[in-house]
């Protein structure tokens, strides 16, 4: 894009924000990188999109500024037996159209979340039955002892059975098979906030729920919420008072915009490890110039790629300090974690091409590298610093970066040899990374429930991490639960599942007369948000 056609962009975006609302103290105008790709809160399995709607709907459990568990939907729970988790649902609840929540509408949810196309599964992947045994109380019956379940369905949003049926959005849209129905782009929860208007890549706008069962602790009257992905633009957006809140802060603009005083930056540690996925399924990769064979099922092969990569320049020159380099799938402040276990191989590229020779590629090879460039902190640059890398060994990297909602369509679709992914756990517990990027795709598996390997977008598959996966989510007792955590981790490296990367740092832009709560799953709950 020329100089004039970039200021010609940013001037256009500026006057868009102007021509809006006023800026009145109530109206808070929040700026993303990216938009949030469906209103359909089972159409993509998303920290952004699981974030962004659970300000229109709502959880059965629900979590406080400190991430502890809260009642949400449920007043209570209790794991009455071995294999049944009994809810007492909230009284006096009304969907943002009048009707009332009840246990009929928990049932729906579990049903339309298990059903094909949504990608959600997961977050209920160990429940085989929702029971109803009165208007307020449920019970989840699930396959195995389940000592996490609260944990796990804090992302899981319950929906409206009248609603959805009279508006024949029975079956969840698909953000991976393009499927769309009204729930796409029209919401009716319990939460907070409704939906005013939503014009998909422009802006959407929320209004404060005047019926909403909770205390109400912000000061909201409306949300306007933009998406920009031009970093840039982004930044002048907040600098100018055209937008109160931004995320993310550009890593290279960090130091400029903490010190500038009139905004605050708001900086810590994220959940979320990323890494790169590698095709060691197919017999042939796609996108690649090798012909009748799959380079990528090769351990040497895996390695050598890991050890080409200069992690240390990526969180340097790349990330600008911004990153924990990581040897684990997960970080710290997920549960599972262990720092005993955390450790790279070694950055040694001579060693990646007697490995590359070794394996029977001399000169290298070719494939293609997918990536988002709008949905990770400088994700697209990553991308090139490791295609730079592999270049160095002989790997020539055909980068194909594009905006999230066109990613997440062609890798969810496995329609990929080589990407790169990100994956915070819902449930901020270790089994939620190796059931949901781990274990072998459920469609591989006879019997395994639906979710499973889900995010396994290069087919890695290990019988004994499967086993430990499952053995985990029942184990009650903490130390043995440890134990068969780091047992599948070690065998995860081992073989090099994937190639972890680092954990990303947040970066949040926010004016001074606003005040946000940094949480390090990156949600921002409008619940807590005061506009002064």
């Known amino acids: 894009m020329t100089r004039s056609r970039s200021s010609l962009a940013l001037l256009f975006i500026l006057l868009a924000f102007a021509g809006t609302l006023p800026a009145a103290a109530k109206t808070f105008r929040w700026a993303y990188q990216g938009d949030v790709n469906s209103l359909d809160p089972y159409a993509l399995n998303e920290t952004f999109t699981h974030s962004f709607l659970s300000n229109v709907y709502e959880a059965l459990v629900m979590r406080d500024r400190a991430l502890n568990l809260i009642p949400g939907l449920a007043l209570e729970w209790a794991n009455v037996e071995p294999t049944v988790w009994r809810f007492k649902l909230r009284p006096g609840v009304k969907f943002q159209d009048g009707s009332p929540f009840s246990a009929d509408d928990v049932i729906f949810s579990y049903q339309r979340v298990t059903k094909e196309g949504s990608d959600d599964a997961s977050l209920v992947a160990s429940v085989k039955e929702v029971r109803k045994l009165d208007e307020l109380t449920v019970d989840f019956i699930t396959r195995a002892p389940n000592p996490i379940l609260p944990q796990e369905i804090t992302s899981w949003l319950i929906m409206s059975k009248n609603w959805a049926e009279a508006n024949g959005a029975t079956e969840p849209s698909s953000t991976a098979k ?14 907070p906030f409704t939906v005013k208007s939503r014009d998909p890549g422009v802006r959407t706008v929320l209004v404060a729920n005047p019926n909403w069962w909770g205390k109400v602790e912000h000061n909201i009257t409306e949300v306007v919420f933009t998406p920009i992905g031009s970093d840039q633009t982004r930044v002048a ?17 960090l130091d400029r915009l903490a010190a500038d005083k009139s905004i605050r930056v708001l900086k810590g540690p994220e959940l979320r490890t990323i890494f790169l996925g590698l095709d060691q399924y197919r017999d042939e990769l796609l996108y690649s110039n090798v012909k009748g064979k799959n380079p990528f099922k090769d351990r040497r092969v895996r390695l050598a790629i890991y050890q080409a990569i200069d992690i240390e320049a990526i969180k340097t020159q790349v990330m600008h300090g911004a990153s924990r380099p990581s040897g684990l799938m997960v970080g710290p402040g997920v549960n599972g974690y262990d720092a005993s276990i955390d450790h790279r191989y070694k950055f040694d590229p001579a060693a990646a091409k007697a490995l590359l020779a070794e394996a029977g590629y001399p000169d290298g090879f070719q494939v293609q590298l997918d990536c988002p460039n709008d949905r990770y902190n400088n994700d697209e640059r990553i991308c090139q610093a490791v295609a730079a890398m592999l270049a160095r060994v002989g790997i020539k990297i055909d980068l194909l970066a594009q905006t999230k909602a066109r990613y997440f ?26 059931f949901n990027v781990m274990d072998t795709p459920a469609d591989r598996v006879a019997g395994a429930p639906k979710g499973q390997g889900g995010y396994n977008l290069g087919g890695y598959s290990n019988p004994k991490v499967d086993a430990l996966t499952a053995q985990i989510q029942q184990e009650i007792d903490p130390k043995m639960r440890q134990a068969l955590i780091t047992e599948a981790f070690k065998l995860h490296m081992q073989d090099i599942g994937e190639i972890p990367l680092h954990q990303q740092a947040i970066a949040w832009g926010v004016r001074p007369n606003v005040h946000v709560e940094l949480r390090s799953d990156d949600y921002l709950d409008l619940r807590h948000v005061v506009v002064e």
């Open 178 to 191: 393009k499927i769309e129905n009204f729930a796409t782009r029209n919401a009716d929860g319990t939460g």
């Open 237 to 253: 957006a907040l600098l100018s008072g055209d937008v109160e809140f931004m995320d993310p802060v550009p890593l290279q603009d």
């Open 409 to 434: 369509q062609k890798v969810l679709s496995r329609d990929t040899s080589f990407h790169l992914l990100g994956w915070q756990p819902p449930s901020y517990d270790a089994h939620s990374t190796l």
